[in-house]
Nanobody, 124 residues
Framework: QVHLVESGGGLVQAGGSLRLSCAAS????????MGWFRQAPGKEREFVGF????????YYADSVKGRFTISRDNAKNTVYLQMSSLKPEDTADYFC?????????????????WGQGTQVTVSS
């Protein structure tokens, strides 16, 4: 059974940084692209970014480009989301997702597997 478990969320002041982790089990991690999504209260889940299975390619939503960085450690079955220069509008529940096809990892309706989410609150 596949499990994705996010951690690292919390409360941070605007301009600060936070690093989220997502530990995967039950799948061959190195064969999956990994994505991050977020959902703010009352809003739809939105794509944040993804990383290719080998870690050699990343792609980000315009809203986070230059501030967020996704990395992965295939030896540890873990993907990371480093968030910097955080803004109050980054406040949301953050979810990691896994799919073997990049075409699926870029849309909230696509990924096969999801974590339960971790909450990030950015105070002004």
């Amino acid at each position: 059974q596949v499990h994705l478990v996010e951690s690292g969320g919390g409360l941070v002041q605007a301009g600060g940084s936070l690093r989220l982790s997502c530990a995967a089990s039950g799948l061959t991690f190195s064969t999956y692209a990994m994505g991050w999504f977020r959902q703010a209260p009352g809003k739809e889940r939105e794509f944040v970014g993804f990383i290719r299975r080998d870690g050699a390619m990343t792609y980000y939503a315009d809203s986070v480009k230059g501030r967020f960085t996704i990395s992965r450690d295939n030896a540890k079955n873990t993907v990371y989301l480093q968030m910097s220069s955080l803004k109050p509008e980054d406040t949301a529940d953050y979810f990691c997702a896994a799919d073997q096809r990049i075409s699926n990892i870029r849309t909230p309706r696509g990924p096969d597997y999801w974590g339960q989410g971790t909450q990030v609150t950015v105070s002004s």
